[in-house]
């Protein structure tokens, strides 16, 4: 393996020191890092700092060898991944790097398992067309799921140019959406881009219904020239790799952005993220007289005078009782004894790749 650094190719996609630290023992064994880009039945796309060339590159790789039982464990956009380049007949993806955050929701149809829409984001945009009148109790949820990822929610109105009243909405949606910024952009025009690109650092994600305008913003903040049809030439000849269809995009001044498929419907999974966008409802309980109220009937109730003297309003109260409601449904912080055992694995692994037994070739 020739001797360069990885870390200024890969640092335009979120790799850091910290990544690299936990990597070294993999390294040592032969194992390259890579972000998977996309994710197919049975393989990845990934990008990786070619270790012969110095280049980057994007790969195809074979994923079988760390599926899991568990949907929520398995290789998702924006992981990073220990890849096998020796491996016959392709490139193979030998271990999952642990999570920083993830945007996890409820699976499809009832399912307990949940599913992971993108890893290791710093933040979230959630867009919402102004096209249509905005669902102020969509918007609580997809805020809801954004804070429980552990990164940072956004939330971005789009289609400006198509409506006079943006303004409006936006402040009607800045009410409901405590320590959260709200932009107003139009992909269309370019209004509000710049701003939105300035808010960006790291990894993105977007989020929302379908149609709402995701790609169209993923192509106005990454460039056409960036989305434009680009090959990089196989190391070994063997043919060519075109970008347009990864999920996840490079920004032209670092970072990534990470366009996710639009969502029908959101499940919460996990309850913290809920607390989180209904901030000023947690805190309005706090000043209640009983420790343990039940905000229905009893003396002192800070939530029910606020009610009363319309500082919270019924419509929000109501979106949040519904939201926690279903989050009842999940019985137990599943997601994180998930992320547990997914760590335990990850230490598993790099024991070995230390060991003298090294499954690895060096
Ligand atoms: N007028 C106007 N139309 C827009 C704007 N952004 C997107 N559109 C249109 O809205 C439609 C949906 O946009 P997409 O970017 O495909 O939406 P999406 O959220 O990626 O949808 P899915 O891929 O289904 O999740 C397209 O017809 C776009 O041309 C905008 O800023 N202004
Ligand atoms: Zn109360």
């Not at 670092?254 to 966008?277: H, K, S």
């Not at 009363?308 to 109501?318: H, I, K, P, Y």
Request: a negative charge.
């Amino acid at each position: 393996m020739n001797n360069f650094s990885v870390a200024p190719l890969l640092s335009g996609f979120g790799w850091d020191e910290a990544w690299a630290a936990e990597f070294t023992p993999l390294t040592e064994a032969g194992l390259t890092p890579a972000r998977i880009a996309r994710v197919d039945r049975g393989q990845c796309e990934v990008v990786l700092a070619d270790p012969e060339s110095g280049e980057l590159r994007t790969v195809r790789a074979d994923s079988r060898r760390v599926l899991d039982p568990d949907p929520v464990n398995n290789p998702c956009t924006g992981d990073w991944t220990a890849v096998d380049l020796a491996a016959e007949p392709m490139a193979t993806l030998a271990a999952l790097l642990p999570r920083r955050t993830a945007i996890v929701r409820k699976g499809a149809r009832g399912r307990s398992e949940g599913q992971v829409l993108a890893a290791n984001i710093d933040s979230v945009l959630i867009v919402v067309s102004l096209a249509a009148e905005p669902d102020l109790g969509r918007i609580e949820r997809f805020l809801s799921l954004a804070w429980e990822s552990g990164a940072e929610p956004l939330v971005v109105l789009t289609k400006a140019d198509v409506v006079d009243d943006a303004e409006y909405i936006r402040s009607d949606v800045e009410q409901i959406a405590p320590g959260v910024t709200v932009l107003v952009v139009s992909a269309e025009t370019g209004e509000g881009i710049d701003v939105l690109r300035a808010c960006l650092g790291g990894s993105t994600a977007l989020i929302g219904q379908s149609g709402a305008g995701k790609s169209t913003l993923t192509n106005a903040l990454t460039g056409t020239d960036t989305m434009a049809v680009q090959r990089t030439r196989d190391r070994d000849g063997k043919g060519r790799h075109t970008t347009t269809t990864r999920e996840l995009v490079p920004l032209p001044g670092g970072g990534v952005v990470i366009d996710t498929p639009g969502l029908r419907e959101v499940g919460l999974f996990g309850g913290e993220g809920l607390r989180q966008a209904f901030g000023e409802i947690e805190e309005l309980a706090e000043d209640c007289r009983f420790h343990d109220c039940g905000h229905n009937t009893e003396p002192g109730c800070a939530v029910r005078a606020a009610l009363a003297n319309g500082t919270l309003s019924e419509r929000r109260w109501e979106s949040y009782l519904k939201l926690q409601r279903e989050n009842e449904w999940i019985a137990s912080r599943t997601d994180a004894r998930l992320a547990a055992a997914r760590l335990q694995r990850w230490k598993a692994m790099t024991k070995t790749m230390r060991g003298p037994n090294s499954p690895i070739r060096r």
